[in-house]
């Protein structure tokens, strides 16, 4: 027990140091490839970001979902869960750590939850721009969406509106 607790203080430093570490990159880049950090304890379905990144015009190869779950009896390649993450944020699962070392163009983080393993997901990624509905931490995301987490179609329109204002979105 003890060590669980030293090895939660050393992930939460080490998150701090990921987040004091950040810079916002302004530019008027498109998206082209999405990343989606879920927590699937709180929602169950992955199709409604695939309709999500249709409606940004993002091609069904460059969309990649992975769920978290704190349960640890998941059987699908794309969830992860407690057991995956190490001492100092290390990951031990190899599509984990290829998914965070992905340079994707966004990424959504959704989820409401307050959890070190879902924050470290999204401080990690090296994705060039972040949008999240977690308000806790602003240097998580660049751009915070508050809406609750079963309201994924105003999350939808908002994400549209914002990305659209910011010029991010294909024309095609």
């Known amino acids: 027990m003890i060590l669980k607790s ?3 203080k050393s992930n939460k430093k080490y998150l701090n140091k990921l987040l004091s570490k950040r810079q916002l990159l302004a530019n008027n880049n ?4 999405l990343a989606v950090v879920v927590n699937l304890d709180e929602i169950e379905k992955f199709d409604v970001f695939y309709d999500l990144g249709n ?7 460059k969309l990649k979902v992975i769920g978290f779950s704190t349960k640890k009896n998941q059987t699908n390649s794309n969830v992860f869960n407690l057991k995956d993450f190490g001492w100092k944020a290390t990951i031990k699962n190899i599509e984990l750590h290829t998914f965070l070392e992905t340079d994707f163009d966004a990424l959504i983080s959704y989820y409401s ?4 393993e879902l924050k470290l997901l999204t401080a990690k990624s090296k994705a060039k721009f972040k949008i999240g509905i977690l308000p806790d931490d602003n240097r998580l995301n660049d751009l915070i969406i508050k809406t609750k987490i079963n309201e994924f179609n105003v999350f939808k329109d908002e994400v549209f509106k914002y990305l659209t204002i910011l010029n991010k979105i294909k024309n095609e």
């Open 6 to 8: 030293f090895k939660v």
């Open 55 to 61: 409606l940004l015009k993002i091609q069904p190869n």
């Open 113 to 116: 939850s307050n959890l070190l």
């Open 30 to 33: 498109k998206i082209e490839s």
